[in-house]
C-alpha cells in the first residue's frame, strides 16, 4: 500500500526531477502509520523502503513506463493501460528468458 501511495511522486521525481503533486498520498500514509502506532523512526523507515522499491521497479521497467505514459495521454482506458502493462512486461520476460 505504501509503495502504491508513492509511485507517482517517485515517478514525478524521475521523469522532471521536481515533484509537484502527492501531498494527499503522502498524508494517507501519515495517518496509516498514526492509526498503526508507528513511531517517527519506524514510520520514517517504512518510506524509505517504499520510495527505493518503488524508484528501483520503475527504473527496471522504465519502458513499459513509458508505454503507459503514452496510453494515459492519449486517453486510453483503464482496461487499455493495464493491457499495455501486461503486455509489456510479458515482453520483457520473454526477452529474459
Known amino acids: 500500500l505504501v509503495c502504491i501511495a508513492f509511485a507517482g511522486v517517485a515517478a514525478e521525481f524521475l521523469k522532471f526531477g521536481d515533484v509537484k503533486g502527492g501531498r494527499s498520498d503522502i498524508g494517507e500514509v501519515d495517518r496509516l502509520f498514526q492509526a498503526l502506532g508507528f513511531d517517527e523512526q ?17 527504473k527496471q521497467h522504465e519502458a513499459v513506463h513509458d508505454k503507459l505514459i503514452a496510453k494515459m495521454e492519449s ?7 493495464l493491457v499495455a502493462v501486461e503486455e509489456g512486461l510479458h515482453l520483457r520476460s520473454d526477452a529474459a528468458a
Open 42 to 58: 519506524r514510520a520514517a523507515a517504512q518510506v524509505r523502503w517504499a520510495v527505493l522499491n518503488v524508484v528501483n521497479l520503475l
Open 75 to 81: 486517453g486510453a482506458t483503464v482496461s487499455e493501460c
